[in-house]
């Protein structure tokens, strides 16, 4: 019998790789098509070109913060509201105005504070749900448990790449977060807009290297053969879903050429280095992420999402909240280094930096110092990208329990996100199952004040 693999290997080695040069011919040639991947105009001048997001997992206390409160730790260790079995729950860390804005910031972020002034606080954030999958699954993809598209998907879809040797959508995940895949699935939208997950460590994407008994020139052969009867069967089938498959061949082979190179940071100078706290053969710290997310960004991919720690050990903390120390020293200083690094470098009015969570805490717990889930009220941050830098939008009462004034709904928050990148989020649709989708539903208003 003989195989695919060997009748390439024969034809080869007859024509002395003859064969494999026309194959590779076919494979660079430009396609009839144009590349579904490829950059498409916004509807409207864009803020920002281009999008870094932040998913702290577990539900980051917003009054150990972004948004800390004076009353509450005076009221520290009392019962709530007469409770036998909650008391209200100061925080440990303290808090002072900072940078010519004066926005005050606690300790837990020592780093992320000194670029007060370039933050964009929305303190008024509210999600409809309390629990951990559902409300993870809403700040991804505006649903609450119907699996649909994630925002990278949607902004992939609404903008393409700006460089189609590379994914649109890479998600770094040491450990998946609550509703798993879900968050980064490109789902009804076609599969190449789905978000290539990273893992940190000595491979960040498995299988990347060729196999020894592989060589370059075989490989190139078997991938233009295989587009050449891949590509007879979609002009007779017009198989959508071979089209997306086609195209991750060829992205997979781009990546084992440009991977390696945008993963070693060995390049960087030594003040990068130690401003974003990582060693030249790091690969795995979340300062190697954040780094390598900047340098993805300038290399042409869309949405880069950097999710920090997964469904256990994070920043769920029911008891003990003393121990958020040790995550936030963890993320604090690659954040505020990339902020820092992506001014110097100019990028950073076309570059979105977004930091998010999936809900707030309460402002009581039980005798063990923790935070219950909290929906009504919580904390993220925008930087870059057409923001107004410096400010705080919306304010939550003395406790952080309510909302006091300008509420703003993780629709809102994702049509803002949409609208900085040219995007109408009303007109950004896909037909599927016999009606229009959008990743607002059908809710969802800009926060205009925000924008610069």
């Known amino acids: ?21 026309q194959l590779a011919s076919l494979l660079a040639s430009p396609a009839a098509e144009p590349h579904p991947l490829r ?28 948004d800390p409160k004076p009353e509450l730790n005076r009221k520290d260790g009392e019962s709530y509201n007469g409770s036998k079995k909650n008391i209200y729950v100061g925080s440990p860390w ?41 409300a993870t699954l809403h700040m991804h993809t505006g649903s609450q448990g119907d699996a649909l598209p994630g925002i990278g998907a949607w902004v992939s879809h609404g903008l393409g790449t700006e460089n189609i040797n590379l994914p649109s959508h890479m998600v ?11 968050v980064w699935d490109s789902n009804f939208l076609p ?44 002009d007779h089938r017009g198989d959508s879903e071979l089209a997306a498959r086609m195209l991750s061949f060829d992205t997979a082979a781009n990546l084992q050429q440009l991977a390696p190179e945008l993963f070693d940071i060995s390049g960087e100078s030594k003040k990068t280095l130690a401003r974003y706290g990582v060693s030249s053969g790091d690969q795995n710290s979340f300062g190697w992420q954040t780094l390598v997310a900047r340098r993805m960004s300038e290399s042409g991919v869309r949405f880069i999402e950097l999710i920090d720690q997964g469904s256990s050990s994070n920043w769920d903390r029911h008891s003990r909240i003393s121990g958020n120390a040790s995550l936030a020293k963890k993320i604090d200083r690659p954040i505020a280094a990339l902020i820092q690094d992506l001014k110097e470098r100019g990028t950073l009015d076309e570059t979105l930096i977004l930091c998010t969570t999936e809900f ?28 107004k830098p410096g400010i705080a939008y919306g304010a939550t009462d003395q406790y952080g329990t309510q909302i006091a004034e300008n509420p703003v709904h993780v629709h809102d928050f994702h049509a803002t996100i949409l609208h900085l990148l040219g995007l109408d989020h009303e007109r950004l649709t896909y037909a599927h199952a016999g009606r229009d989708f959008r990743l607002t539903d059908v809710h969802g208003n800009v926060v205009r004040d925000i924008l610069a």
């Open 39 to 66: 950059a498409r105009p916004p509807h409207f001048t864009p803020k920002a070109k281009r999008v870094i997001m932040f998913f702290l997992t577990g539900g980051m206390s917003h009054m150990d913060s972004f």
């Open 360 to 387: 707030g805490r309460t402002a009581y717990g039980p005798s063990n110092r923790g935070r219950g889930h909290h929906a009504r009220s919580f904390t993220c941050w925008l930087a870059g990208g057409g923001v």
């Open 172 to 182: 770094f995940a040491g450990r998946k977060p609550y509703a798993g895949a879900q």
């Open 191 to 234: 599969a190449f807009h789905q978000g290539v997950h990273l893992k940190p460590g000595s491979e960040p994407i498995p299988n990347l290297k060729p196999q020894p008994d592989n060589p370059a020139e075989l490989q190139t052969a078997e991938l233009a053969m295989l587009r050449q009867l891949n590509q007879r069967h979609l």
């Open 1 to 21: 019998m003989i195989t695919r693999r060997s009748l390439l290997k024969r034809s080869a080695a007859c024509a002395g790789f003859g064969l494999t040069s």
């Open 94 to 134: 303290p808090a002072k105005p900072r940078g010519q804005s004066g926005l005050a910031i606690t300790e837990l972020f020592p780093h992320v504070a000194t670029m007060a002034d370039d933050l964009c606080l929305i303190r008024s954030m509210h999600g409809n749900h309390g629990d951990h999958f559902e």
